[in-house]
């Protein structure tokens, strides 16, 4: 069983930069697909971006394409969650999440395995 703490969260300008991070523990992240996801107030979850557990193909939401990118480093055991040209919209706490499997699916019911999430806030 995997456990996983995410950090780097914080209150930004519209137009700036964040790096979100998710570390991993009682598990190597390399037995793991990898997903963030995130919720708004008053909004449902959904999935931002997936990392595939082998050659770390990965897949984004169109509204964050170009914007954010995820990457995971397997020997800091660690997952990152790379930011940029942020918006009001992306305001929300992230969650990061583990699924043991290959695939990084878009839903979140697919996910065994949860982080207690880190808020991102984007001022106008």
């Known amino acids: 069983q995997v456990q996983l703490v995410e950090s780097g969260g914080e209150k930004v300008q519209s137009g700036g930069s964040l790096r979100l991070s998710c570390s991993a523990s009682g598990r190597t992240i390399t037995s793991y697909a990898m997903g963030w996801f995130r919720q708004a107030p008053g909004k449902v979850r959904e999935f931002v971006a997936g990392i595939k557990r082998n050659f770390g193909s990965t897949i984004y939401v169109d509204s964050v394409k170009g914007r954010f990118t995820i990457s995971r480093d397997n020997a800091k055991n660690t997952v990152y969650l790379q930011m940029s040209s942020l918006k009001p919209e992306d305001t929300a706490v992230y969650y990061c999440?583990?699924?043991?499997?290959?695939?990084?699916?878009?839903?979140?019911?697919?996910?065994?395995?949860w982080g207690q999430g880190t808020q991102v806030t984007v001022s106008s």
């Open positions: 999440a583990a699924r043991d499997g290959f695939q990084a699916p878009t839903v979140d019911k697919e996910y065994e395995y």
